[in-house]
């Protein structure tokens, strides 16, 4: 982060940010990937296939016999990604976004998250209110599929990017950070469901030139562009080696039939499996430097995100981040403004003593006599206490 962006605040997103909108948590978005990939047939029935084989390996490794609905939906998925990463079926590796059972639930997810994401006219007015209150440099790391953040800054007219600088004078020896524009940085840690990379269709036209032909090569997504809005991820110079130079963001989901493209288009997104990291190369931009954010940002706020145990890059890097911003700097005017850090706030839902002592053992590095919880969930008290609680500084 830069030392602009460093002066504002950081708000960590979780699912639990987005259930209040009716998008699936966890448990009941494994049920419904389940639900739906029983009634797929053709090689859409490798994913019921995998699951039996995976039953049979926790059965003859570790003496552990599973029904469909004991297993483990991270677990599962990191067994396919093991699997894939290694490319353990040789030839038969489907392709660059996963075997035939992790195309499916990439794109299953997809299509139960778009159902679910209320249309760009209906964003509930607690989302637009939370959008409202964000300002220029304010950084939001959300680790959700949705865009149910992205439509409501939009719905109110606020500026964001999704990656984490603009650029100006890229050369091979460098670039200048272009700090001119005033806007949210967005920056989705796991992707989205309205992601998809462009680089095998480019191939795919380049071979059609090569040909003669003048055609374009047929494509659920990028041959239908004017119909699904789909534009560029990045905006403005890049490096010619940027992992995102590909990336395009569709932008009428509603237009967008995930099932008809199944195998054919598959939205980019780190699956939720224990071992996403293999994965994560593309968006490593996104985490360089995370470990000392907190130092001189003056809000930070953890919203819906339960800390879960698969996730252990993510424990390390909220460790960091917590840790700088209760610790360096705190109380302290640091740039001569008198503005200093407010507690850290954590919301989430919590109804019972064991409840809250589970999420205090998951958070054990934080310090609470400076931070501020709430555990009713994401509801409009929620948005009073980060609106009114985390100080902010005019843009300079």
Known sequence: MNQKANRFRVFVLGAGFSHAAGLPLATELWREVRRRARGLTGRAEHFRDDLDAYIQYRKDCDGVTLTPDEVDFEEFLAFLDIEHYLGLRGSDTWSVDGNEAQVVVKTLIGEILAEAMPSPSAVPQLYRR??????????????????????????????????????????????????????????????????????QYSEREAAFAAQGLRSRPPDPVFANTADLDVVPLLDGPRFPNDPLREMHRVRRLENLNYRSFLFLCTPWLLSPSSLKILYASTLRDFWYGLGDAGTLNFGLAIIGFSLPRHDDYAHQVLYRLVTNYQTRYWQEDVFGRGLKK?????IDRRSSDEEMEEIRKRYAFVDWTKTQTYMDGFDENAVDLLLGNMPSEPAV
Request: glycine share 8%.
């Open 130 to 199: 939370f959008a409202g209150g964000l300002l220029p440099n304010d950084y939001v790391l959300t680790f959700n599929y949705d865009v149910l953040l992205e439509r409501a800054l939009e719905s109110v007219g606020k500026p964001f990017r999704l990656f984490p600088r603009r650029l100006n004078n890229v050369r091979s020896g460098g670039a200048e950070v272009d700090n001119s524009q005033e806007e949210v940085v967005v920056l989705k840690l796991h992707g989205s469901i309205d992601w998809f990379d462009r680089s």
């Open 342 to 346: 407010s507690p850290l706030v954590l």
